[in-house]
Nanobody, 125 residues
């Protein structure tokens, strides 16, 4: 079992920055994949970014490339999502996700077995 706890959400003005963190506990390991998804009101959950546990591979959805950076701190079993140049359309509940095996499709939510409770990010215009 793996437990995920997100933190770092909040309210920020457009153009601002936030850093989300996801602390993992339990049976983590070198094959684990970690991802961030988000869900805005009335919309489906969508992929944001993902990273291999080693940090050697990262993946982003097109709308956040160049603005968001995903990173891992293996010593602390933590994954971060640095979000810069935030836009009102980034407003959503952000969820951390993990899988004990390398996903075939990194951007597919069904590939991830473990999920955090979510943290709200609100970007005002």
């Amino acid at each position: 079992q793996v437990q995920l706890v997100e933190s770092g959400g909040g309210l920020v003005q457009a153009g601002g920055s936030l850093r989300l963190s996801c602390a993992a506990s339990g049976r983590t390991g070198s094959n684990y994949a970690m991802g961030w998804f988000r869900q805005a009101p009335g919309k489906e959950r969508e992929f944001v970014a993902a990273i291999s546990w080693s940090g050697s591979s990262t993946y982003y959805t097109g709308s956040v490339k160049g603005r968001f950076t995903i990173s891992s701190d293996n010593a602390k079993n933590t994954v971060h999502l640095q979000m810069n140049s935030l836009k009102p359309e980034d407003t959503a509940v952000y969820y951390c996700a993990a899988n004990q095996y390398t996903p075939y499709k990194w951007n597919a939510s069904y590939e991830y077995r473990y999920w955090g409770q979510g943290t709200q990010v609100t970007v005002s215009s």
